[in-house]
Each structure stands twice: as structure tokens, then as C-alpha cells.
């Protein structure tokens, strides 16, 4: 581990490695499973670029914070975790990822390259929704606990905030019964049926979002690698891997243009 | 060598094969021509939304197309740039990532060098040097070619392309995006000599163009012959469409003739869209035959954007040992005479 961050220490000043073992309780849970998967993780959906890599026991981390340079970075960042790791793509079951929402173009590239990645290596994919990511980080951080329910919200400019309310389990955090995920302006988010909710992400720095119900928010919470791996994990537990020709980005946001060309005579 | 090809820098998903020895393999094009039409112009963020859910089938159909496996591939090229930032980051992470995957070489490919390399793709090619006129919704250049990556810029428009001028006259004459090929239609009923409009930049030396003026000159025509609901009649608006194509294929022939006499070469090869258009295929034949001139350019399919030229244009420059790292670096504006020549 110290050889580790030796090596990249002098990479970047943004750059942030971690080589984990892991902690997850839901290895616990597995019990007598004795096959984990091998799974990669990559998140571009916001300013942050990570990725995470889970072989056998072991759990490798980057992480970059320079804006703006997902194209440049995530591919590079992928190869170095392989290497670090000692394996290659074809070593991996699956390839997992946020799906969204979060910002477009960011989202974009992250498929892009599972896209490319998964169907040059013959694996699987697992999109992992940002929000999910979130609360399930909210659980990593012990900012929430199990039974507890989270409120992730992200910004998705132009006023409106994405949402998603998550209880946290034993497992993986479930979306709240009656509820899923949205787009709307911040004041319009329901809260009225929850109380003591745990409130993450960029979202929460709406004054508008109500925080009478919350009892802890934590703004800079969002969506990462870590996070999803842990997700993915359950998820392909549960069979839930997908084709890569099936899975596309969830915008949530589908309202992208407006003014619609009247014509002048008919056709 | 075999490349696989990736087109994405705008509203049109391409994706081709091209084998060195063999030619081309497998092309194929999906158009999202119809989902833009009703916006009069490209929306980014669908064009974007389009490429990513259109790419891998493609990818699956020309591999079928061309009987291959993924082993059978030994690069692949992608568009990095010029064109829409958001459109060409999809086929440029997919395109570096699949070719990380399958441990082949990948190139970013310079998407004006594919459409002036797309002649290429003929049975009867072009020799270097030539005169390229590239001429597109997005583009209107000379450039001087000496050999594959040695350009000059020679002259460009200094406001709209002329493919932009067309489909903004379209506009005015409430014809469907894109405009060039409706224009053209609509031309063919057009009376000539009844309106005569003017030919810009034609009158002082250089190679550069300009569009603007035209389009105001098309605007104020339309106003002043339109009817009640804004419009002239149909015989006057045919008669303007073939007034503003005659004014863009005349300028454009002009300032070629001129390029080749300031050159000194006698080819001229035209590429990109409006490249397609017929008249000026026309003008231009005759006006260079006259001068002991000739002058190429692709099939139609091959004019507008594809994934063969991009696939073409990357083999030779993979085949020069030329390759991209694994960081996917996209330019939305990129001059061409910053290419690196093929050693």
C-alpha cells in the first residue's frame, strides 16, 4: 500500500489512491458464496472522475478532482488500476457504472467508454444510479444508519434538483415505497412523509429544498466509484447485469429543447 | 490492414471498415436528419443522445456486413475533431476504449482531412497535389494539398458556410433542414435571369468568401415579393432558390479557378456536402475542362458525412505509425494546417 501511494503521489495533486481492503458487510451476508465477482467502476457524472476495481479480496481506488478532463483521464485512470491490480479486462465479470442522473455529457462519456470497454472484452454491465451511489455512500460515511432514510439530491441546474429518496437496509439502499426518482424544482420535493431523513449532495444547497425534516445534511456527498462498486456488487449477486447493448444513460432531464418550428404553408 | 472507422462530429452516426489491401469492407450511415428537421437545425444534446444509442449496433452490422470477428480488426480511427464537443466525446471514448479493449491501435482523425481523402475511396482516384474546396454546413475552405497532412489554408468564408447559407435560405423560403438538396430541387423550376444575386468577394483579389450578404440580399427579396402569409409564390420562390444557388455555385467556381491558378496544379478535388450538389459538380467540370483541368470528388453517399472516410484517412495514418494515447483528447475547432504530415 505505501509502494502504492509512493508511485502515484507525484501524479497529480488531485489525484487520490487507495488500495482497500475490503469492508463491506455484505460479504458477511454472502456467507458460504465463495465466488465474488471482479468488477470495475467508473463515475464521471459530475466534477469527479473515479473508478474502482474490485479483484478478489482487494479493492483498488482513483480518484481525480480536475474539472472538466473526464475524457482525458478516465481511460488512463482504468489502465493504471488494472495494472496496479494485476489483471486485465478479460478478468472482469462485470463492468459497473452511474448511469445517471447527473450531468449529460459526463454521463456520455462514462457509457462511452463501458460501451467500448464491455463490448471489446465480452462482460457484462451494471448501471448503478448516482443517487442510489449517494446514499449508499451516506451509509459508508456512518452519516446514515440502517432503517434511516436518505434524501440524495444533486443539482441539476436551470432551478430543478434531482432527487432520490433511499431507506438504507442491510444490503443496498431501496427506493422509499411510492416514491422514484425526479427532476422538479426544489420546493416541489415531498418531504412531508419522512422525518429525520438524512439529506446528501450538491442539491441541498437550495435554500427552497425544506430541511425541517432533516436532521443531518451533507452537501459535498456525491456520487462515486467507491460507492457504486459496493452496489454493483449486490446487484450482480442478484442477477442483475445487463447486456451492454440494452443500458443507455437515465437523463431524468428528457425536456431538452423547446421552440419547435411552426411552418408556414402546409405541406 | 483493417480500420474500423467512427463518425460522430455531428448530427450523422457513421461507421465503416476499410481494409488497405482490400478497400472498403462495410459502411454503414444512420441519418438523424428527421429528428433535427423540426428544429430547422441540429440540437446537440439530442444529436449527443442519438450517437450513443445508435453506435454498437452499428458497430455489430458492419462486422456482420464485412463477415469479420472483433480479431480481425487492427485499428480503429474516430473523429476527434472539428464538430459538436458533446457528439464527438461519444465516438471518440468509445472508439479509444474498444480499441484499448481489443489491444489494437486507435487514431483521432481530423474530420475535414476524412472528407478530403474521401475521393479516395473511388475506383479513379486523384493524385497529390491537388486543390481541395471543402465545402459543408460547416465549412467552406481552399486548401492546398501536397500530400496527405500537408495543407495550406488557401482562403475560407469569413462569416456562414455555404452549406449554412443554404439551409437558412431554406429557411426563409420555408423549405426543410437540411436545405441544400430542397433548395436544389426547388431550383430546377426556377426561371433563369429573373432575379440576379450578387456573387460575393468575387470582385476584389483573394481566396476567401463570404455568405452573409447574400443571405440578407435572399431575405429582403423574399420580403419584398411575399404575400399575405409571408411568402412569395411558388414560380418566384423557385425563381429566388435558383437565383441563391447560381450566386453560391458561381462564387465558389470563381475563387477555385482562381486557387488553381495560383497553385499552378491542375486538380481540383471537392468534398463535404454541398459537394453533393449537382450544379456545382456541373459548373465546375465544364469551367476546368476549358482550362485543361479536372475535377473529383466522391459518390454521393460519401459527400455528406460517413464513417468510410474516417476509416480511410485513419489507416494511413496508423499505417505511418501514427497513434493516439489512451487519453481521449477531442477539438471542436482544429485547423487543418496543424496536422502532422505522414512521415
Known amino acids: ?267 | 490492414m483493417r480500420v474500423l472507422g467512427i463518425e460522430t462530429s455531428c448530427d450523422e452516426t457513421g461507421v465503416a471498415i476499410y481494409d488497405s489491401e482490400q478497400g472498403l469492407l462495410a459502411d454503414a450511415l444512420y441519418s438523424q436528419v428527421k429528428l433535427h428537421a423540426e428544429y430547422g437545425g441540429v440540437v446537440p444534446e439530442l444529436a449527443s443522445r442519438d450517437h450513443v444509442r445508435k453506435l454498437l449496433p452499428m458497430i455489430e452490422s458492419v462486422l456482420k456486413q464485412a463477415d469479420l470477428t472483433t480479431g480481425h480488426i487492427d485499428g480503429i480511427a474516430y473523429t476527434s475533431g472539428p464538430g459538436l464537443i458533446g457528439a464527438l466525446m461519444v465516438g471518440a471514448c468509445f472508439g479509444r476504449s474498444l480499441a484499448y479493449a481489443w489491444g489494437k491501435p486507435a487514431i483521432g482523425v481530423h474530420h475535414m482531412e476524412g472528407h478530403l481523402l474521401a475521393p479516395m475511396l473511388e475506383d479513379n482516384p486523384p493524385e497529390f497535389p491537388f486543390v481541395a474546396l471543402l465545402v459543408s454546413g460547416g465549412h467552406t475552405q481552399l486548401v492546398q494539398v501536397e500530400a496527405i497532412g500537408q495543407y495550406r489554408l488557401l482562403g475560407e468564408s469569413l462569416d456562414d458556410a455555404a452549406g449554412e447559407a443554404f439551409d437558412k435560405a431554406a429557411k426563409m423560403l420555408d423549405l426543410d433542414y437540411p436545405g441544400g438538396p430542397h433548395i436544389a430541387r426547388l431550383a430546377e423550376s426556377g426561371t433563369s435571369g429573373r432575379f440576379t444575386f450578387p456573387r460575393p468577394m468575387v470582385d476584389r483579389p483573394g481566396l476567401d468568401f463570404s455568405f452573409s450578404g447574400l443571405k440578407t440580399f435572399t431575405l429582403n427579396t423574399v420580403a419584398a415579393h411575399a404575400l399575405d402569409d409571408g411568402l412569395p409564390d411558388d414560380q418566384t420562390c423557385a425563381d429566388i432558390a435558383h437565383a441563391f444557388q447560381e450566386a453560391v455555385v458561381q462564387t465558389l467556381a470563381i475563387k477555385c479557378r482562381r486557387a488553381l491558378s495560383e497553385t499552378g496544379y491542375k486538380t481540383l478535388v471537392i468534398a463535404g456536402g454541398v459537394s453533393a450538389n449537382i450544379r456545382l459538380r456541373d459548373v465546375l467540370v465544364k469551367e476546368l475542362a476549358r482550362v485543361g483541368g479536372s475535377v473529383f470528388y466522391a459518390r454521393h453517399q460519401f459527400c455528406t458525412d460517413n464513417g468510410a472516410m474516417i476509416a480511410y484517412a485513419g489507416c494511413q495514418r496508423l499505417l505511418a505509425g501514427q497513434q493516439d494515447k489512451l487519453a481521449v483528447n477531442v477539438k471542436p475547432r482544429w485547423p487543418m494546417d496543424t496536422l502532422s504530415p505522414l512521415l
Open chain 1, 1 to 267: 500500500m505505501s509502494e502504492c501511494f509512493a508511485h502515484f503521489a507525484s501524479c497529480s495533486k488531485f489525484l487520490h489512491v487507495f488500495h482497500l481492503p475490503i469492508y463491506s458487510t455484505i460479504y458477511s451476508r454472502i456467507g458460504d458464496c465463495t465466488f465474488m465477482a471482479n468488477i470495475l467502476a467508473l463515475d464521471t457524472s459530475g466534477e469527479s472522475c473515479t473508478v474502482a476495481l474490485r479483484i478478489e479480496s482487494n479493492l483498488f481506488y482513483r480518484r481525480s478532482d480536475e474539472a472538466r478532463q473526464h475524457t482525458k483521464l478516465l481511460l488512463p485512470l482504468v489502465d493504471e488500476l488494472l495494472s496496479e491490480a494485476g489483471v486485465s479486462l478479460n478478468d472482469l465479470d462485470a463492468i459497473a457504472f452511474g448511469c445517471g442522473p447527473g450531468s449529460f455529457t459526463g454521463l456520455r462519456i462514462c457509457l462511452g467508454v463501458v460501451q467500448g470497454l464491455a463490448f471489446g472484452c465480452g462482460c457484462k454491465v451494471i448501471p448503478v444510479s448516482t443517487l442510489m451511489a449517494m446514499a449508499q455512500g451516506a451509509s459508508r460515511e456512518g452519516v446514515a444508519e440502517v432503517g434511516q432514510t436518505v434524501v440524495a439530491a444533486l443539482d441539476a441546474r436551470m432551478s430543478e434538483i434531482y432527487t432520490g429518496i433511499y431507506r438504507i437496509t442491510d444490503t443496498i439502499p431501496k427506493l422509499a415505497a411510492g416514491t422514484q426518482e425526479c427532476v422538479s424544482p426544489p420546493a416541489e420535493v415531498a418531504l412531508d412523509d419522512f422525518s429525520g431523513v438524512i439529506g446528501v449532495g450538491s442539491g441541498w444547497s437550495y435554500s427552497e429544498l425544506s430541511r425541517e425534516q432533516a436532521v443531518t445534511v451533507k452537501e459535498s456527498l456525491l456520487p462515486d466509484a467507491a460507492d457504486i462498486i459496493v452496489v454493483a456488487e449486490e446487484m450482480w449477486q442478484q442477477g442483475l447485469a445487463q447486456d451492454v447493448m440494452s443500458v443507455e444513460p437515465v437523463y431524468l432531464r428528457n425536456e431538452v429543447t423547446w421552440k419547435k418550428r411552426e411552418r408556414i404553408r402546409a405541406q
